[in-house]
């Protein structure tokens, strides 16, 4: 038993040493080296691994998928409701400045990938001509079992009732309803550092371990090889460009805070999800010195309206089809086709492939595209879709600097206290 010297002294005794003291802290294996060893083990086992045994991961990202989905509105209710109440009287400036930066930032990085792929796709691909392509998902390894797991209510229900009742709030005196929610954010944060931080790994094992065994993803990327590379180098653009607003905006060096931002790249490259990369972008977010009520207002929120990497992908990948099948590319179309798409991606879920299937109905209407091509942009685009969603959630946290500095002076809520919940783990 550990006993201190008489309450007077200034110092413990010798023998009343903090046991954290006594012997250095065991280095933790943080999320960012998990994530990339299970990239590596789902690729390398994918090619060895039985069928039979790989159905159990098939069947364990099926429900876990589920359960995501689950969680997704509660997240949004939990985190965004509380951040809004606590932003005080300028909540509904900060969320119209939030949505006009978010949709802004999509339709100019469609913009630049329409410009750039215009005058470069024709080039690089040359005569390639390809017919059709299977949808990857619907040739993925079967789950022995499925459970459903209905959400309360839907992604954009839970929006609006989060804006409703955050701005609600802030007209009434504090009392027990803001700090039912409250509570709610501590609870759904406590959800998060047990349950999802811990099993992202395992998730994202599985997911690259059912991409390498159905093998779309080499035929896709074999095919589109030249695109892919075209659409990673713009992404690299984009978010630089990003930060260094964010740099500028926060008096920061713009690399350093890009590079902070890395765990959240690297968690939404393997699970393809803006919505499950929610907790560890918030956590990156404020580590580049973004106050928690900023963060936790902004990051869910962008994780559903600002989808720029999706945006880009999609417009440089519509390009590309429409080249290789023989398409007129119709640059009036393709203009009003992303500035319509930036109005779909703000009611897109934040789920893997979410994009794509809510922009299909935009491709058929605006570009005409029919099933065929509409089933190859799928099959392209969700075998690389973790591209796209990294570049989305790193850029959340540009606009989150953004809005730091637009909030200086303009809203009543705590801007320096880092108080909230933190998930650990990360």
């Known amino acids: ?149 209905p959400p309360v209510f839907g992604v954009m229900t839970a929006l609006v009732l989060s804006f409703c009742l955050g701005i609600g709030l802030t007209l009434v005196k504090k009392g027990a309803l803001q700090e039912s929610f409250v509570q709610l954010r501590t609870i759904v944060v406590r959800i998060i550092e047990a349950i999802i931080i811990p099993l992202l790994p395992l998730y994202i094992f599985g997911m690259f371990l059912g991409l390498t065994m159905n093998g779309q993803i080499w035929t896709v990327i074999g095919t589109f090889l030249t695109v892919i590379l075209l659409v990673f180098g713009m992404t690299v653009a984009v978010l630089l460009a990003q930060y260094a607003a964010a740099g500028w905006a926060m008096g920061r060096n713009p690399l350093k805070m890009l590079w902070t931002m890395l765990p959240a790249y690297m968690t939404a490259l393997g699970t393809s999800s803006s919505a499950a990369t929610i907790p560890v972008t918030t956590e990156c977010t404020k580590r580049n010195g973004i106050p928690d009520a900023i963060a936790d207002f902004v990051i869910p929120l962008c994780a559903t309206i600002h989808l720029a990497g999706s945006t880009l992908k999609i417009t440089t990948f519509a390009v590309a089809i429409m080249i290789v099948t023989g398409m007129p590319l119709n640059i009036g179309a393709l203009v009003g086709f992303v500035f319509m798409l930036g109005v779909v991606m703000i009611a897109a879920p934040g789920v893997p492939g979410g994009a794509i299937m809510a922009a299909a109905g935009v491709l058929a209407s605006f570009l005409g595209f029919g099933e065929a091509a509409v089933g190859l942009m799928i099959a392209a685009y969700i075998a690389i879709d973790s591209f796209g969603t990294a570049t989305n959630v790193t850029g959340d946290g540009a606009i989150a600097a953004l809005m730091t500095r637009f909030s200086k002076g303009r809203i009543s809520g705590d801007m320096t206290a880092q108080h909230h919940p933190q998930v650990h783990g990360v």
């Open 1 to 149: 038993m550990h006993t201190y010297s008489d309450a007077s002294s200034d110092a413990p005794s010798d023998t009343a040493v903090d046991p954290s003291a006594r012997a250095p802290r065991r280095k933790r294996f943080g999320l960012l080296p998990r994530i990339l060893l299970a990239i590596v083990l789902g690729i390398l086992l994918g090619l060895v691994m039985p069928e039979a045994l790989a159905r159990i991961f098939t069947t364990f990202n099926g429900v876990f998928s589920g359960f995501l989905g689950f969680l997704i509105p509660l997240i949004i209710v939990g985190l965004v409701t509380p951040a809004i109440a606590e932003l005080g009287h300028g909540a509904g400036k900060m969320l119209a400045a939030t949505a006009g930066i978010a949709y802004l930032s999509s339709i100019l990085c469609g913009l630049f990938a329409l410009a750039l792929s215009l005058f470069l796709l024709p080039r690089m691909l040359g005569g390639a001509r390809i017919d059709s392509l299977e949808n990857p998902e619907d040739s993925a390894i079967a789950a022995f079992f499925e459970i459903e797991i």
